[in-house]
């Protein structure tokens, strides 16, 4: 049998399972706070339009005629 060496014990800190474990859910936090960053900036702050009746007759309104272009 040979004596265990520096190569075969395992390394300081994490394990190869817990580092990929952390690896993985940073990278998945990442994503999620992206697309949230990205959601917001899109679609989140689009003003509500202005629905008032004021506002709906002024936009139905027909458009005036200019003063010269009268016969």
């Not at 395992?10 to 993985?24: A, D, K, Q, Y």
């Not at 689009?46 to 010269?68: F, H, M, N, Y």
């Amino acid at each position: 049998m040979s004596s265990p060496t520096a190569t075969d014990a395992p390394p300081e800190g994490f394990s190869p399972l817990r580092r990929l474990t952390l690896e993985l859910f940073v990278v998945v936090a990442l994503k999620i706070a992206a697309l949230a960053l990205i959601w917001w900036v899109a679609f989140a702050p689009q003003p509500k339009p202005d629905a008032s009746p004021g506002a709906v007759a002024q936009r139905l309104a027909p458009a005036a005629a200019p003063p010269e272009a009268k016969p």
